[in-house]
């Protein structure tokens, strides 16, 4: 039998009803793994204390039989979502010792289903980055190589799945991290359609692109995971009736749209050869490929540089220093913010705020919060346009596999990363990226993943190329 630690939820869901494998023994397996790798990988910022009450109350309504899916599964939670009664710091001096006073929606939900959290997983500070080099905490190291960083924001989340510290995990994804992540350790990550996870208790990046999506090992475990957290939520004004949910079918032979003009530079020669691979294979089993032109597309990076920032700058003014967080005291009203939050916040994240204050600007704000905005709008028109002639859109997820810790210091080539990402938080539409292989650096195979970009309310479309792709 697989290792506890090492199952799928899907595995895991089977061994506990046939009596092979005890809540217990699960929840020991995860969390001795975590307790032994941690300390190398960094993977999280606190590894919890088993809570017993929890562990046999799931054990119990799996006995009784009506157990949910999720009942007794222990998973990682990145640590800019809330859990009542622990730390919840994004990664961040400022919110290092803030414990959360209420429960995240998502988190009600699973504790509804008797699901056990077994850590708050590393990012970068408040979500921003693609390697968690910007953690407060120190980096997370890819399992792979831990030379290379493991992706970011939501890096740790995707290595505590990766190195099975976990048997699944959440994270956030404002402009590609979970997905982003997730192609760099071997996983599959969705971020859903803006509006089918309620934002309630998740620390706000970009309140118009984040969503909560699950890092798991198999797009079935995604399935579940997303089943679990989504729905209409009275926290959250954003999120979609359930009644105009209705879950949309996926048609059995897919139409994969290809925008190639997208791919013809600085994507890697084995990336690219790898996509045609996963390509042709879906060919094979039976689904199409269909020319699509996304020009606007290439704007979607520039357009996602003015717009997030300009919600970080809004979303991060709560923390002065006054309320709660890190309170340094100076000589005057104005000292007091200056210092805590020059003290608070990192590198990064002073960088984004400067930056978002300014394209808000009242001499600016037209120049480039409102010409973003409206690149915006043409991105989602052509993406319907082009779902006219397909029903999912492929590309590589990242144009290189995961790289080495210091190699994007410069922050241009960091945002470079997130070019084929960021496009679904613009317009809205749930993503996914699954993995399509490996390729070789300096004698290591390094996983990389094949992204589709479905229409919204598609996700039905995204697993079910997802499971196409094996
Ligand atoms: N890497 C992107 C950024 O730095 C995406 C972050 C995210 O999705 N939270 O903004």
Redesign the pocket.
Known sequence: MTKANEMTIVEAVRALRARELTVRELWDACSAAARAKNPELNAYLEIFDADDTAINSAQKRIGDGDAPLLCGIPIAIKDNILIEGKIASAASKMLANYRATYDATVIKKLKNTGTLFIGRTNM?EF????STEHSAFGPTKNSHDISRVPG???GGSAVAVAAHLCIAALG???????R?PAAYTGLVGLKPTYGAVSRSGLIA??SS??QIGPLTKTIEDAHVLYETIRGIDILDSTTIPDGLYGVLASPKHLRVGVPWRLLENGVDADVLTTFNTTLAHLTDTGHTLVDVELPMSSHALAA??VI?PAEVSTNLARLDGMRYGLAERGDTLLEDYIKSRTEGFGEETRR?ILLGTFVLSSGYIDAYYKKADAARAVLRREYEKAFESCDVIAFPTTPSPAFKFGQKSDPLS??L??IF??TA?LTGMPAISVPMGMVEREGKNLPVGIHFTAPHQSENSLFAIGEAVY
């Open positions: 970068d979500a921003m980055g693609s970011g924001s939501s956030s994804d404002t402009g590609g991290s979970v982003q990046m970009g692109l984040d996602y540089y997030m984004r960091m945002y990363e997130d990402t960021v938080n």
